[in-house]
């Protein structure tokens, strides 16, 4: 058998009439005239066949059966409230929760946060590293930032960059391992470096340079992370494909150099990813501020001559 509830918002309106004892205050309340409360209350009491309240000349009170009503009616409305409050407390305080890769935190978001620590100081930020893609009803995250198409369900998806790929090595690596005249293909002939979770990026990049053939027997060292497989170029023990966002200090410090300067770009790449549907906290819309205005930045400065 169904249940019978009232319609909600004659409920409410009965809620605070009887909460306030005055229709003066519940219209404060509720935002809306007295008159406008007096007919959601004949609503109610025209639904249940039930008289609330008596009209008296100084205002309303209670009847014997309102008075019974409201005991339960008044403590099941506070509960919503409070579970209510506890909930958007969750969303929106404490500290902001972001969900990422290994590689990612460690090679691009760390060195830069202390940027968004300087300017947001009062916000936490805590980071959890994980490889499926996020689930925002399961995992205990406010934000991700992962890797794909940017098509995902249920979630607003915002692009920060595009996966651009190539080898990279240390400069005694290639004065080691180049040819006479500077050429290049020697240093395939090698060691490959190569990440577990990117297992198709060297191939993808020898197709996409015509070099496929030359590794043929090409001895191949895998790793279980593309950090770890980086540590092992700049320790030179080979030849690894580097994802170019992620190796800007290597580069810029010169410890790694990329011999080819042939980058493939993906059509994938790293996106910010938040709920459909979310109350925007301010720890959220200043961290998504933060990080896009970043990633424009540092695309403005790599295009200066």
Request: net charge neutral.
């Amino acid at each position: 058998m169904a249940r019978r509830i009232p319609p909600m918002n004659p409920l409410r309106v009965f809620e605070v009439v009887a909460r306030t004892q005055n229709l003066t205050l519940a219209a404060q309340e509720l935002h809306v005239s007295q008159s406008a409360v007096s007919r959601q209350i004949a609503v109610i009491e025209g639904y249940l066949g039930v008289e609330l309240f008596r009209r008296e000349r100084h205002g309303v009170t209670l009847t014997r059966a309102g008075q019974a009503y409201a005991e339960e009616v008044v403590p099941a409305f506070d509960a919503i409230a409070n579970a209510t409050a506890r909930l958007l407390r969750s969303t929106s305080q404490g500290a902001l929760r972001v969900r990422t890769y290994t590689t990612f935190a460690a090679k691009w978001l760390i060195p830069r946060l202390p940027d968004f620590q300087a300017q947001y100081p009062s916000i936490e930020v805590r980071i959890d590293n994980a490889i499926p893609d996020v689930d925002f009803d399961r995992d205990p995250a406010d934000v991700a930032i992962q890797y794909g198409d940017g098509r995902w369900p249920r979630v607003s998806a915002e692009l920060l960059f595009h996966d651009e790929i190539e080898p990279v090595c240390t400069p005694a690596y290639l004065r080691a391992h180049r040819a006479p005249r500077g050429k290049l293909e020697p240093l395939l002939r090698h060691r490959l470096l190569v990440s577990h979770y990117r297992r198709t990026d060297w191939d993808d990049w020898l197709a996409f340079s015509g070099l496929s053939e030359i590794v043929q027997g090409t001895e191949r060292m895998s790793f279980g992370s593309s950090v770890l497989t980086w540590q092992a170029a700049l320790d030179g023990l080979g030849i690894a494909i580097g994802q170019t966002a992620m190796l800007k200090a290597e580069f810029d410090d010169g410890r790694l150099v990329r011999p080819f300067a042939r980058p493939l770009t993906r059509d994938k790449g790293h996106y910010l990813v938040r709920p459909t549907v979310q109350r925007e906290s301010r720890k959220v819309a200043m961290f998504r501020d933060w990080l896009l205005e970043t990633v424009a930045r540092e695309k403005a400065d790599a295009l200066e001559p």
